[in-house]
């Protein structure tokens, strides 16, 4: 059964920046698209960064391109979402999942696409 979990949310300061990680198991890492989404309350959960297979693609929204980077890890078996200059517009619940399909080579853009789900982790930022 594939597992993925996510770690690393924490309140901070606008311009700081933030580091999360998805450790996986159950399934080759590399194998196939992982997303980071956030969502929160009341706004349609939404896809800020992905990773397509074997590393082929990724894919970040408008809102955060150019100040998150995400990255993997297939030794450490980790998907890695780096959050710089983060801003109170931010502030939400990131959830790291796995695409259905797999050897996916392009980031798909609809969580209904991803099968498996970490618990999230909360980011907050203010002050």
């Known amino acids: 059964q594939a597992q993925l979990m996510e770690s690393g949310g924490s309140q901070v300061k606008p311009g700081e920046s933030l580091r999360l990680s998805c450790v996986t198991s159950g399934f080759t890492v590399d194998y196939y698209a992982i997303g980071w989404f956030r969502r929160v309350p009341g706004k349609e959960r939404e896809l800020v960064a992905c990773?397509?297979?074997?590393?082929?693609?990724?894919y970040y929204s408008s809102s955060v391109k150019g100040r998150f980077t995400i990255s993997r890890d297939n030794t450490k078996r980790t998907v890695d979402l780096q959050m710089n200059s983060l801003q109170p517009e931010d502030t939400a619940r990131y959830y790291c999942?796995?695409?259905?399909?797999?050897?996916?080579?392009?980031?798909?853009?609809?969580?209904?696409?991803?099968?498996?789900w970490g618990q999230g982790t909360q980011v907050s930022v203010s002050g």
């Open positions: 999942a796995r695409d259905r399909i797999i050897f996916q080579s392009r980031c798909r853009l609809s969580g209904e696409e991803y099968e498996f």
């Open positions: 990773i397509s297979s074997t590393d082929t693609g990724t």
